[in-house]
C-alpha cells in the first residue's frame, strides 16, 4: 500500500508562484511513476504532469508547459510542482499520483491518490 501526502496549496495572486510537494510512504519510491491532476468545480479531474522512474522523462498537459515544471527526489520520496506564472484557470484542488506503469499515465486508472491540496489563483 502506498501514501501519498500533498502540500504546498494555497491562495495566490494571478502571475505567482507555489511549489507543490507529495510524499509517499513507500520503501520502493523510485519504482513508481509520479504525476499531478487537477480538478476545479464543475469539471472532470484533468492530467498536469508526470515524472518517470529516475525522472528522465517528463510529461506535460499543453496547457502548462513552460509554467509548470515536475520533479522527483527518489531520497527524499517526494515529488513535487514547481508552479509558476499562475493563471486563474489553474484554480482546482491538485492531486499526486501513482503507478508502477508509465504508459498512458495520463489516460487510465492509477494505483494510488493523494487526498488532494487546493490551489486557488485570484486574478
Known amino acids: 500500500q502506498v501514501q501519498l501526502v500533498e502540500s504546498g496549496g494555497g491562495l495566490v495572486q494571478a502571475g505567482g508562484s507555489l511549489r507543490l510537494s507529495c510524499t509517499a510512504s513507500v520503501r520502493t519510491f523510485s519504482g513508481y511513476v509520479l504525476g499531478w491532476f487537477r480538478q476545479a468545480p464543475g469539471n472532470e479531474r484533468e492530467f498536469v504532469a508526470a515524472?518517470?522512474?529516475?525522472?528522465?522523462?517528463?510529461y506535460y498537459a499543453d496547457s502548462v508547459k513552460g509554467r509548470f515544471t515536475i520533479s522527483r527526489d527518489n531520497a527524499k520520496r517526494t515529488v513535487y510542482l514547481q508552479m509558476n506564472s499562475l493563471k486563474p484557470e489553474d484554480t482546482a484542488v491538485y492531486y499526486c499520483a501513482a503507478d508502477p506503469r508509465e504508459s498512458d499515465f495520463d489516460a487510465r486508472e492509477l494505483s494510488y491518490w493523494g487526498q488532494g491540496t487546493q490551489v486557488t489563483v485570484s486574478s
Open positions: 515524472i518517470s522512474w529516475i525522472g528522465s522523462r517528463t
